[in-house]
């Protein structure tokens, strides 16, 4: 006797198939990232001029105003910090982010063909390695460190201790600083949709093209943000090597998809 299936079974996989797809399409699209990255040659510089989708690898240069490292205090051209506070329980510690930020400006790209510049606004900004402190609760941190508590409410001064008389007991809990900068004369691997402006070029090596976003992600149709988002050329910038970017890439494209399919098909044998 066939049964048939049981419209709740079927509509908990429905859901669980809709909510799987996204990890699955990241998943995949990393993992064509990586096989781009891996299979082709950066463009020349001069290429940009002719728009369209690029590769590009050289050195990041100013293009105007420069960033300061929250943290460090470093001249940059972009960064982003995490601030981790340390968090006890019966099965041990973890880190817990209590503030994090970024932020990024205008640079060129300069291939020693020629400079290009590249406009941030809508990157994917992988930004690797950086600088790490850990500071204990109850002592004084770096003066920049110090500098950065002072102006950020979102992060309040663990430096501090409990008068006792005899002595001071030091409280505050364990912090962690990570800031990760793209830094002047760093090099750095872009690939983006670049258009030709002659407006964007003011000195001698300057190409009249700039690189950015493609045009798809800032229509006013979500159909055509997403497709883009989904099927579009990437905009990544990235400090790794080619080769870094690219097996970063796809290990976690490789890792997202088994993941994702290992619940999946757990939670299915469970609820069939």
Known sequence: MVTSPDPVAVALLAVIGLVALFPLLYGVRELRLANHVLRSRPHSVLEATNGGPVELRGTAEPAGRTLRGPLSGARCLAYEYEVREKRQSKNGHSWKTIDSGEARVPFRLNDGSGSVLIEPPGADVRLHGGDRLDVDGGTAPPDSI??????????????????????????????????????IGEEVHVLGTARHDTTVATATGQVNAAVGVGEAALSSSPVTRLWYRLNGYPFVISDRSERGLGLRAGAAGLGVIAVTLVVVVGVAATVL
Request: glycine residues 2%; negative net charge; hydrophobic residues 35%.
């Open 146 to 183: 110090q500098a950065f508590i002072d102006e950020n409410e979102a992060v309040d001064c663990q430096n501090s201790a409990i008068d006792l008389r005899l002595f001071e007991l030091r409280t505050g809990t364990d912090r962690r600083f990570v800031e990760r900068r793209l830094e």
